[in-house]
């Protein structure tokens, strides 16, 4: 506006600073109209709710994401995920499940001593959560037993220190105990028979180790042993023991001796030669039995042997070894079925006599 002399004279005050918050509001109401009209397509980043409901859906939508991630194996993009699953959303379920999946993506890459380390974490910190602690156990009784090494780098599978197999047993062992009909206890059981007959077979090839160097008392104790722990025979007054804690192959190191060699020390008790019903047995029992009866041949004490045999006859006429049995209890004169033929022929035994079967 010009006045007298020409000059330039302002508007007043109060007008500009109107002029101004017009403006702004203008750009306020296109913005907001824009951001109404076009959403997420430019770029717009949506609030977290607020709300209870709001809340546990942000959860979920992130833990979903995560889950693509897992399911094709993106191990670190998924961990990630999880990670701020847990740490954003640490009041919902998810951040517990996160914690499974974070032990599982551990599991899937057979780091299994950290997998182990966080499924019983979990179980500890959760133990309300009964579907999540019956599958962490689950897992922890697959990763012992996957820790179980097969390589040819090591000895035999009978001749190594039996320790891992031995967690392995004790877990899934337990699994069952706890949870027999858990979704997860059928293969859990195949576990536990695989386990159950490498320990088996581990006894085993130490009593033949003892047998071949006729200490018969040593065998003895290490069958009895198998048959009572893991065998599935019933349990004895007393828990038995091995009649030696030297492994096989230490002694075969030291030329088959070592300091209790001399004394050799006869089991705490002797179990019943009986299957216990229901049991998860190693398939070796027969096997177990047989050269029970056969080492107290050797010893000379019939009675026993007669009992080993006779087990194999009455609780597992599935077995192969059932022919075998019977043939020993036809030699000893005790009465058996008509399936039996030739004895076969116990070493350190005399020959049966003409016309006794044999």
Not at 273 to 283: D, E, I, M
Request: with cysteine; charged share 25%; proline share 6%.
């Amino acid at each position: 506006m010009l006045r007298g002399g020409g000059k330039r004279v302002g508007r007043p005050l109060a007008a500009r600073a109107g002029h101004r918050v017009g403006r702004w509001s203008r750009g306020l109401l296109a913005c907001a109209a824009l951001l109404a009209g076009s959403g997420a397509g430019l770029g717009c980043v949506p609030q977290e709710s607020k709300t209870a409901l709001g809340y546990a859906a942000d959860a979920k939508r992130a833990y979903d994401d995560a889950m693509v991630e897992f399911d094709d194996k993106n191990w670190l993009e998924a961990q990630a995920l999880f990670r701020e699953v847990k740490r954003k959303y640490g009041y919902s379920r998810y951040a517990k499940l996160s914690e499974l999946r974070l032990a599982d993506i551990d599991f899937a890459q057979d780091k299994l001593a950290e997998a182990v380390r966080q499924y019983r974490q979990f179980v500890h910190d959760h133990r309300a959560d009964q579907a999540e602690v019956v599958y962490a156990r689950s897992r922890i009784a697959e990763a012992e037993y996957k820790q179980i090494n097969e390589s040819l780098l090591l000895p035999s599978a009978d001749e190594r220190d039996q320790a891992v197999v031995m967690d392995a047993y004790r877990e899934v062992k337990s699994f069952i105990a706890d949870y027999p009909d858990a979704k997860e206890s059928e293969h859990i059981r195949t576990l536990l028979a695989d386990v159950t007959a490498r320990l088996v077979r581990h006894e085993l090839y130490v009593a033949r180790f003892y047998l071949n160097r006729s200490n018969y008392v040593a065998a003895v104790g290490r069958i009895l042993y198998a048959l009572h722990n893991f065998g599935g025979a019933e349990a004895a007054p007393q828990d038995l023991e091995p009649a030696h804690e030297a492994d096989a192959h230490e002694l075969e190191v030291r030329g088959g001796r070592d300091a209790t060699a001399s004394r050799p020390r006869a089991p705490a008790a002797k179990p019943q030669l009986a299957r216990v019903p229901g049991h998860t047995g190693s398939g070796l029992e027969p096997e177990a039995l047989v050269l029970l009866g056969e080492t107290y041949l050797k010893m000379k004490q019939l009675p026993e042997a007669r009992e080993a045999f006779e087990a194999v006859t009455r609780d597992y006429p599935e077995s192969p070894l059932v022919v075998q049995a019977r043939n020993y209890l036809v030699f000893m004169g005790t009465p058996a079925a008509p399936r039996a033929g030739l004895p076969p022929r116990a070493p350190g035994t005399p020959a049966a006599p003409a016309g006794s079967g044999g």
